[in-house]
């Protein structure tokens, strides 16, 4: 097992390399000079030159790579352009509403996801599974922005029931925060959740028609422990590979989700980064998000032995 | 049978728990925030509100929300280019002078005596003005701050040199006399040199240390800015807030929902689309600025340099000036939130030349394109922004110019590349017609020239230049009188739009901003739409 970490560390590394480097270039590529959106309406040639060089940009984009790159290696992520800031500070900043939100969101539509697909499985053509099939499809297809903004409008301008926008951390006020994440998380788990549902109910409908399912039935097990015990278990596998994919949607969809909820996060940082060619910040939160997609992924495949011990590593 | 009881329970518990769920949430909306129907309690209670005694003015943090791409710096004149960043930083950093309507009236300056014959400004300081750090406003310090601009800016390059007469008397020598300088050195906000000395430029970029009404507390950048109120504010009990704190919308949706709920008190330069929502509603005022100081210009400019291109012809921009209905424009599109222009200002600007017919008329648009040798019109290329509003402007005028023969295709850039089309320093030229963003102010032959003369710092590189326009804009700047002044700017109005026809102008936003009714004497658009009267604003309880 400690050689398979190994290894997936190691391709981790090399994974995020590349990225940096495409990353890097396709930023360059761009049209835009970041010079030119610090410096505002009317730069002066001057202006422009001062800016160009005070921030390294006058000088070939290859050096300008590996001077980011020596940098980083060594823990520093560079200064942000546009902030003037630490871009690793400024990462840790916005990862917390981003990380909260994120979680918070996986928990609901994983427990929701699972709990509506096996429900759906064992009420198979039932009013219930039709309600939780067609919820799933819609789920699925209605994007998360359009859903964001309707929420916006439901809960908080016609119920009046949650706040339209912002973050507040947990440790401050842990009511308030509750109320601000609420939308926010049930907006960026719904399609996440919709898949789950879907997925769990087609694994456990295939695991219910199995032998062994039938065989303990027929031994007379409780409803309950063939369920749970003996066709979920073994129907969950694949649903832990969508969890695992899930994970770059749900930070993916924060970009959206945050812009709307006004919520400052990883995800608006990374927008305004792209926008501003802000390519250090861009570099920074690249790297920041791949390590932590790829720590996930690294999870969920050790999750695997443990739902089924016939699965090993080598 | 025991089976179904089993469900049975088990849907109660359903029912039950989404029940106490609901509970929960309707808990939620007791304690928090305010919806649309608390809203209309606001408006009873503005109803209720008769006389307020001072007393009762006191207390409350003010929340003002604005949309936008993030703060470049909020205490330096010299670096503060955004006019949100001007906004927000107003509160706490203030200026020799203030806009009363489109006048520039003393502030922070008792009064000043401008003297043409010797170039001369002189600057009578108000006395007793602490800077939040405690040290004391005097000449020194407006001395400091006009060269610290000088040193980074070219507004006011004229300045040759700044003599400190007394403790609270400046005098400002022009290189030649510019009449422009009586309003664009009142303009500039006042630092404290101390805290700039000890706190050194980047952290004072961020940390505005002035004489406003309010001190800067904290900011996170892309969410707020929070300011306290200035106990030794020179102004005898003012403010009347205890704080101001300016929250920060990536959306103007998300903005414009806040302002529904009354998360924000204000919103700051909405929208048209919803200023025109918010303004249905009972108890929001939206204020407007008819000035045209400040707020954006938008029209069409063209690549007139490129021999090439049909817009080298004079004749053809003229036809365009006539082909398009801007009124028509600004009740579709800016939903009234924005006035229609033909020159550069507001039609009630001194500086607007009321003999020039540039109206609407599509039939003499025709005549003028058939005389530049296209009877049957031409292609080309309108390079526009991705947003919505930017494409629907697109298509309006792609169906405007079609009616009069001329066909056109929308190019659709990112304002990454719209920059590098249009900043002048950078040089790339744009193919056909471009969008035109330009400050609306009157005052032509200061704003002109950056455009429209050789060394402008936008669109100038793909424009013609004429020799003329550049004689009247030294007349115009360096004139001794408001007559002669009027007489060379309306000159200039002429040749810039008729007879050159260089560009379209088409609207002037009014910046709109929307505001609570239990929000009292915020001064918005009251004059510059980037200086407000935040000493003044109260809350009513």
Known sequence: MTQYIVQRVIQTLVVILILSVICFFLMHLLPGDPALSLLGEEPTQEEIERVRAELGLDRPVIVQYFSWLADAVRGDLGTSIKYREDVTSLILHRLTPTLHIGVVSFVISVVLGVAAGVIASIRRGGWLDSLITISANLGMAVPNFWLGILGIYFFSLYLGWLPVQGYVSPAEDFWESTKRIIMPCLVLGCSSMAGLARQTRSSMLEVIRQDYIRTAKAKGLKRKVVLYKHALKNAVIPVITLCGLMLPNIIGGSVIIEQVYNINGIGRLMLTAVFDRDIIVVQGCLIMISITVALANLLVDISYGYFNPRIRYR | ?541
């Open chain 2, 1 to 541: 049978m025991k089976r179904n009881k089993g469900m049975q329970s088990r849907r109660w518990l359903l029912i039950v728990g989404a029940l106490a769920l609901l509970l929960v949430m309707a808990a939620c909306n007791a304690n928090g925030t305010k919806s649309n129907d608390g809203s209309s309690d606001v408006t009873d209670e503005n109803e209720n509100h008769e006389a307020t005694n001072e007393k009762d003015q006191y207390g409350g943090v003010l929340k003002i929300g604005y949309s936008t791409a993030g703060i470049q710096a909020l205490g330096l004149s010299s670096d503060i280019r955004l006019i949100e960043d001007m906004f927000v930083s107003s509160v706490a950093l203030e200026s020799l002078g203030r806009y009363e309507g489109t006048k520039m009236v003393p502030h922070l300056a008792e009064k000043w005596e401008a003297d043409p014959a010797s170039q001369t400004i002189t600057y009578y300081l108000r006395e007793g003005i602490k800077f939040h750090d405690g040290t004391d406003f005097n000449a020194e310090a407006v001395k400091w701050n006009l060269e610290n601009f000088i040193e980074h800016r070219a507004e006011l390059d004229d300045i040759s040199e700044i003599t400190v007469i007394d403790e609270y008397t400046l005098e400002v020598k022009l290189k030649t006399w510019n009449q422009r300088m009586l309003e664009e050195i009142p303009f500039y906000s006042i630092s404290s040199p101390t805290a700039y000395q000890e706190m050194g430029r980047d952290a004072v970029l961020m940390h505005p240390v002035g004489t406003g009404p309010f001190k800067f507390v904290e900011m996170s950048h892309d969410e707020y800015v929070k300011f306290e109120r200035f106990e030794d504010y020179w102004q005898e009990g003012r403010p009347y807030l205890d704080g101001i704190e300016f929250i920060l919308f990536a959306d103007s949706t998300t903005a414009s929902a806040a302002m529904k709920a009354g998360e924000i008190d204000i919103y700051f330069n909405v929208p048209a689309i919803y200023a025109h929502e918010l303004s249905q509603l009972e108890n929001i005022t939206v204020q407007t600025n008819e000035t045209g100081l400040g707020a954006l210009m938008t029209g069409l400019i063209y690549d007139s340099a490129n021999p090439d291109s049909p817009f080298a012809n004079p004749k053809v921009r003229r036809a365009i000036t006539h082909a398009i209905d801007r009124d028509a424009i600004v009740d579709a599109l800016q939903y009234g939130f924005s006035f229609a222009t033909t020159q550069w200002g507001s039609k009630t600007s001194p500086t607007f030349n009321p003999d020039l017919d540039l109206e609407y008329d599509p039939e003499k648009a025709r005549q003028l394109l058939a005389d530049a040798g296209y009877p049957n019109g031409f292609k080309t290329n309108f390079v526009i922004g991705t947003d919505s509003t930017n494409i629907r402007f697109g298509e309006i005028i792609q169906a405007y110019l079609a009616e009069v023969g001329i066909e056109v295709e929308l190019e659709m850039i990112d304002s990454g590349r719209h920059q590098e089309l249009t900043v002048a320093a950078i040089g790339e030229p744009w193919d056909g017609i471009i969008i035109w963003s330009a400050r609306g102010d009157y005052d032509v032959s200061f704003f002109m020239p950056r455009t429209f003369s050789p060394q402008g710092l936008t669109y100038a590189h793909n424009l013609q230049h004429y020799e003329d326009m550049q004689e009247l804009y030294t007349l115009a700047k360096t004139a001794l009188t408001e007559e002669e002044w009027i007489e060379f700017s309306r000159e200039l109005q002429r040749l810039a739009f008729d007879e050159y026809a260089i560009a379209t102008p088409l609207y002037i936003s009014t910046m709109p901003t929307a505001i609570h009714k239990h929000v009292h004497d915020t001064g918005i658009n009251s004059g510059h739409p980037t200086r407000f009267t935040p000493e003044n604003i109260w809350i009513e309880k």
